[in-house]
């Protein structure tokens, strides 16, 4: 089966929580804090591999998860960082937010990796927190939180020439006649139902050996989701040029032509902007050789190249390899994917103490990186990590934006995903 499209979830390792401790150790006495840090959390990646050429490996399972850290121990130990989880993908996977469709990652190199959820910040330990006026604190860090998210996976096949035409065009049968592939072939429509790959040799003297897709047949109104194609027109939009295949025994080839570049068009402009060879099939047929003439001369008015040809009966390959080797590339360049070296988007994120806050059922809720951050962190359980967490509040003018929207002591405050009743800071804390 060729799955070209998935949505996976992936859940990155929490932090490590820091250790509260202290030396108790023989001869030392008053020992001071020693709790180690945690440890980071691992995170998810995805990485190419050339041994790949579908998204199979996500067929049945759909969730992921990196392993957490360690939390630190004492005498300053620190907890082990979780082991980061890499998940290869094939060549030519774009990577997409599934909540809002932006493109997160374009992976088309062997190797290429990319981050799509990152591993939690291990735990301060308390020897971080120890001051002049405060010798012995009890507060740490929790661990912060693993990134959890939901990403899309579509493959876009990486060749260097890609066939497009209607149903029953003859795209199997030429693919099957210029390379070694076997596709499917059978005289009726939609026998092609997912991708085919092949290898062309353009010859001895030539050295070139150029790829070539094959996708389920197009019809029209494919583009906006009508009949199999729809969902292949990405496999067409990395290859160097297109091979638009007419069946010359139709009632209309003109109007065949027409209907796949208005679809092509629909789909992504750019499709057209590529070299496109036109390749005029089944001259073998009555029908095709009574409507060539009137075919090519439409064709030389619109200025657009063709050849005529017969898969079956192989008339007219030789041209079509010349003609096709004139459209590509030399060895050098054609050695190299046809799209660039890939794209990942880096996000930066907010930075500062910006919040903002919203009434929403019946519930406060606070949104803000660093204070989200903060209450994941603290450990409600200590009366310490409270008291700061609350100074922070105050700091921050949270304490303050809350007494403005007129929330009372015992309300329900959220931040992030804690709920907290909320119980005013003294000011003079």
């Not at 210029?178 to 499917?184: D, E, R």
């Not at 003297?205 to 897709?213: E, H, N, Q, V």
């Not at 919203?358 to 990186?369: A, Q």
Request: avoid cysteine.
């Amino acid at each position: 089966m060729f799955l070209d499209e998935v949505r996976i979830s992936v859940r990155a390792g929490a932090g490590g929580d820091g250790a509260s401790t202290f030396r108790r150790e023989a001869h030392v006495p008053r020992g001071g804090p020693d709790g180690g840090d945690g440890g980071r959390g691992g995170s998810v990646y995805l990485r190419v591999d050339a041994g790949q050429t579908t998204l199979r490996d996500f067929r049945f399972k759909h969730q992921f998860a990196a392993s957490s850290g360690s939390r630190g121990e004492g005498s300053r130990r620190h907890g082990k960082a979780g082991k980061d989880l890499y998940l290869t993908v094939p060549p030519g996977t774009a990577v997409l937010d599934e909540a809002t469709g932006a493109l997160l990652a374009d992976l088309v190199a062997v190797g290429q990796t990319t981050m799509v959820a990152r591993g939690g910040r291990g735990g301060l330990g308390n020897t971080h927190f120890t001051t002049s006026t405060h010798q012995a604190p009890k507060h740490s860090l929790k661990g912060e939180p693993g990134q959890e998210t939901e990403v899309r996976l579509e493959l876009r096949l990486i060749a260097d020439v890609g066939l497009v035409g209607l149903p029953n065009a003859g795209k199997s049968t030429l693919l099957a006649a210029l390379t070694a592939a076997t596709p499917k072939i059978a005289a009726y429509p939609f026998t092609t139902l997912e991708p085919n790959l092949g290898v062309m040799d353009l010859g001895i003297t030539d050295g070139r050996k150029p790829t070539i897709a094959d996708v389920p047949g197009l019809i029209e109104g494919a583009s906006t989701g009508a009949g199999l194609g729809h969902a292949f027109l990405r496999h067409v939009e990395r290859t160097r040029i297109l091979l638009h295949i007419v069946d010359g025994a139709s009632r209309d080839p003109v109007w065949d032509h027409n209907v796949i570049r208005d679809e092509l068009e629909a789909h992504d402009p750019a499709l057209l902007a590529k070299p496109q060879l036109v390749v005029f099939n089944k001259m073998d047929l009555a029908e095709a050789r009574e409507s060539w003439p009137v075919f090519a001369a439409a064709m030389l008015a619109l200025g657009r190249q063709v050849v005529a040809i017969s898969a079956d009966e192989g008339e007219g390959l030789e041209a079509l390899r010349e003609a096709v080797g004139a459209l590509l590339p030399d060895a050098a360049t054609l050695s190299a994917p046809p799209d660039p070296a890939g794209v990942v988007v880096h996000k930066l994120e907010a930075a500062g103490d910006s919040y903002s806050l919203e009434y929403i059922d019946g519930l406060h809720v606070i949104h803000g990186k660093r204070i989200e951050r903060l209450v994941s962190q603290t450990n409600f359980d200590n009366e310490e990590s409270g008291e700061r967490f609350q100074r922070e509040l105050l700091r921050m003018g949270i304490d303050a934006a809350l007494r403005r929207a007129g929330v009372r002591p015992g309300d329900d405050v959220r931040i992030g995903t804690t709920v907290l009743a909320w119980e005013p800071a003294e000011v003079g804390e």
